[in-house]
């Protein structure tokens, strides 16, 4: 089953708004990564959260990681034209393995309109 | 410092071809992972090396799949014969460290099998 969903599938907004995307998971995780897709691009890695981590900030993102309720959140403030890509968050799973493959969900869309 | 590299962009081969994909990860990376994305799909993990011992193969859709990382270096992944769902966007990632650390993506090789 899959790990990671996201929501929304796909957001528009204006310049200079603000961006929240959302990513849901099922199984204990050892932390969650959030990357960036340019169309024809590469994974460009954003943020890493650990489990033991409630918020962390990098420039303009905020992450937010609720282990309670299984949930992470990204936000993007004043956006820029430049955003737009497809966003994806990626779980490690903590079942004690020596492995750290990730399990992607299905991305956002994001769209922001000069 | 170089980022992960992959080799061809793009490739474009019939149905029962052979095709080998080249990752070169980030100097001094003992952790690469190979993912892939088919159409419209989630991106999903193929395998893991540690140096060059495979670490975790679970992902490998079936024997047409062959990876290797002789020397603990570059990595190679072969389709032989290469079917039509086989087509997608295959992704190298290295880390380094404990594997449970930032993974770093390459730009990914474009496959289509026709």
């Known amino acids: 089953s899959q790990q990671g969903e996201e929501d929304p599938q796909a957001l528009s907004i204006q310049e200079g708004e603000n961006a929240t995307m959302n990513c849901s998971y099922k199984t204990s995780i050892n932390n969650l990564q959030w990357y960036r897709q340019n169309s024809g691009r590469g994974l460009v890695h954003l943020i890493l959260i650990r489990s033991n981590e409630r918020e962390k900030h990098s420039g303009r993102l905020r992450v937010t990681l609720d282990t309670s309720k299984k949930s992470s959140s990204l936000l993007i403030t004043a956006s820029r034209a430049a955003d737009t890509a497809s966003y994806f968050c990626?779980?490690?799973?903590?079942?004690?393995?020596?492995?750290?493959?990730?399990?992607f969900g299905t991305g956002t869309l994001l769209a922001v309109q000069p | 410092e170089a980022g992960v590299t992959q080799f061809p962009s793009h490739s474009v081969i019939e149905k029962g071809q052979t095709v080998t994909l080249r990752c070169d990860p980030i100097?001094?990376?003992?952790?690469l992972y190979w993912y892939r994305r088919v159409m419209g799909k989630e991106i999903k993990f193929l395998l893991h090396f540690v140096k060059e011992s495979k670490q975790d193969e679970s992902g490998m859709p079936n024997n047409r799949f062959l990876a290797e990382r002789t020397g603990g270096t570059y990595s190679t992944l072969k389709v032989q014969p290469a079917e039509l769902e086989d087509s997608g966007v295959y992704f190298c990632a290295s880390s380094q460290g404990t594997s449970y650390n930032e993974q770093f993506f390459g730009p990914g090789t474009r496959l289509t099998v026709l």
């Open positions: 100097s001094g990376h003992d952790n």
């Open positions: 990626a779980t490690s799973l903590n079942y004690g393995g020596a492995t750290n493959k990730l399990i």
